[in-house]
């Protein structure tokens, strides 16, 4: 009875057990769902850990593919992993693992370029797909050598177009390189040589090196290269520096392109390998332009996953648990390999209704069906979409089209100044807004505020001018003359000052020697309203104590008694009223001497500047060009209505239009260009791709070569008194030595019969000891 019993309730655990296991596959059942196994390779260690932060956000992605209903309905993808290290014998062990082991893989997912170069040349034995988010090697776009190779990560010959592009565009035909003399950057450089050729630009230079950069470098100064490509890693590009800080190959004339992907402060990171200050690098580097792949949509799109890129990373940083990015291995690379799972499922999802056409299905796969292969291939071959990392689309190579960011180094940190879009060859410039809020902000619009408002009341001046006793009554017409006066005299102090303001300091700081400017490098901006300050007080000052000395009053002048046309027995008196006081001339005398002045220092100042290229006040030269126009009408306008006083309508004609003229072409030359940055949002190129453009050329900063001049000046001076210093020396040599020859000659001969001449040596030469007449001039050289 017990074994009875004992039997009975072990077949009751058996049947739970049996009950319980079903219940547990019993949505698998239901859902009915294929599995199709992804063979991946993320490195979360080696030379590139990658796999940290690329690994995370590929399961986010299949978790977000595997729950919706409009893409692989009837599948669902796994992953099936393992870290390779970066490293090719690793990898192959792994290889041979995901292989030859249950489940057969669809797709293989490998990392690294010297992974992916393996795994992409063995799997077309295999009849497998390869699909890489980490390779940037150029030679994987080798399609008969990697037949069936794609990828989300671009090739590094994709910054080739951009580099091209900005070469057109700033008109440049003639280039120079210098490279490491590794593979990649080999491969990059004979990409670039090839599109450079086709837009009609010549490599006038091409320098390499192994380790150590002088030779090269020295290279580049002596056959004189102005645009310079640099293609080397990271260590090697602070060697390179130090050596171009020696050489002086930097500054305003030289322009270098780099590559992006460096650390932001590459060169202040302190290197045994080089012997430069973080000073001395900093300097070297200033204004560098770089390009560097765009691994995440700048923009604020949902694409096929429905979420942004902001959206994405938020995830992302919650999936890796507050680790800080930048000690995570691939973070900058995680976009990418959220897109390549991404476009595997819709690939293979679009591949769903042509094998079903065939009679087949995704799950019928194995290594010997090149048909599934060819499918999957095709709809890779023709991907497009949007994504976490910007617009997904892939060359003939499988390569990855993407665009390109423009760095340029300004002020010891990176700046965006522009993206290019390889797909559509559209060059854009970055944050059109914020670089036209920088160069309003750089023209001192407070100073253009005071200029309008100046104007404004040069303006309202005209209308006191029209108006006479018919107008108004006679006792508030002193009223209107000291109007006429007062909007007339703050309009001419605020809107002529302003701009006379912006050239002065213009002048004083940027024309002036290199130790005395760079204590007043600093423009502060209080200094500028200071000074229209001063000049507007001066202007009230002397407006206030002619109106309390010698105020304006009406005076009449009378002209010649006129008879009428009718026949009447009367008699006309013409009468003019005037603005006027009693020493009017001396006053006008006052005024008109110290404006003129103004405008006279104006018109220097403006000429002398003209050639300056500023930041701090970027208009400058657009003020110059109102200065020119002010003065010119203010000193012909001035003379001619005083010679018109008595003629009341030419006078108001005269004047009235050159306040108006006056005004407008101010207005217009000031402000116009800045309405039409706002207004079209059109294309602009700060001060520094200004000198970029013209960076082939020589430098049209006065300044810049006056310093130039000078530093070439003082070597010239110590190489002049080092050789002065070595005539005077062998002067005395040569003094010395003729004393002691005329001292011979006047000694007794020896007691010989054959006395040899002085200077006589038994094997036929010149003596050391005594020189011939000849050879003296060989001192010299």
Partial sequence: MESLSHLKRLWVRVALCYTLLTLLSWPCAVTGKKKLYIGALFPMSGGWPGGQACLPAAQMALDLVNNRSDILPDYELELIYYDSMCDPGEATKLLYDLLYTEPIKIVLMPGCSSVSTLVAEAARMWNLIVFSYGSSSPALSNRQRFPTFFRTHPSATLHNPTRVRLFQKWKWTKIATIQQTTEVFTSTLDDLEQRVKEAGIEISVRQSFLTDPAVAVKNLKRQDARIIVGLFYETEARKVFCEVYKEKLFGKKYVWFLIGWYADNWFKIKDPAINCTVEQMTEAVEGHVTTEIVMLNPETVRGASNLTSQEFLAQLMSRLGGKNPEETGGFQEAPLAY???????????????????????????????????????????????????????????????????????????????????STKGNLSWYGNDKWIGEYIQN??????????????????????????????HRSQFPVV??????????????????MFTKI???????????????????????????????????????????????????????????????????????LLEHCSSEKMNTWLGVVYGYKGLL??????????????????????????????????????TAPVTMILSSQQDASFAFASLAIVFSVYITLVVLFVPKMRRLITRGEWQSEQQDTLKTGSSTNNNDEEKSRQLERENRELQKIIQEKEERVTELRNQLAERQALRSRRHTAPPPPSSQAEPPGYSPEGKLSRNHCHNSRLPLLYK
């Fill in 339 to 421: 897109d390549a799972v991404w476009a595997l499922a819709l690939a293979l999802n679009k591949t769903v209704a042509p094998l079903r056409g065939k009679g087949r299905r995704l799950e019928d796969f194995n290594y010997n069906n090149k048909d599934i292969t060819s499918e999957i291939y095709r709809a890779l071959n023709t991907s497009s979409f949007e994504g976490v990392s910007g617009h997904v689309v892939f060359d003939a190579q499988g390569s990855r089209m993407a665009w390109t960011l423009i760095e340029q180094l300004q002020g010891g940190s990176y700046k965006k100044i522009g993206y290019y879009d």
């Fill in 443 to 472: 023209s001192q619009p407070y100073l253009n505020n005071i200029t309008a408002v100046g104007c404004v009341l040069a303006l309202a001046a005209v209308f006191p001018l029209g108006i006479d006793g018919h107008h108004v």
């Fill in 481 to 498: 003359c000291q109007f006429r006066l007062w909007l007339l005299g703050l309009g001419f102090s605020l809107a002529y000052g302003s």
């Fill in 504 to 574: 002065w300091w213009v002048h004083t700081v940027y024309t002036k020697k290199d130790e005395k400017k760079e204590k007043r490098k600093h423009l502060e901006p209080w200094k500028l309203y200071a000074t229209v300050g001063v000049l507007l007080a001066i202007d009230v000052l002397s407006l206030m104590i002619w109106q309390i000395v010698d105020p304006l009053h009406i005076t009449v002048e009378k002209f010649t008694k006129e008879a009428p046309k009718a026949d009447l027995d009367v008699l006309i008196q013409p």
């Fill in 599 to 636: 405008l006279l220092l104006g018109i220097f100042l403006a000429y002398e500047t003209k050639s300056i290229s500023t930041e701090k006040i970027n208009d400058h030269r657009a003020v110059g060009m109102a200065i020119y126009n002010v003065a010119v009408l203010c000193m012909i």
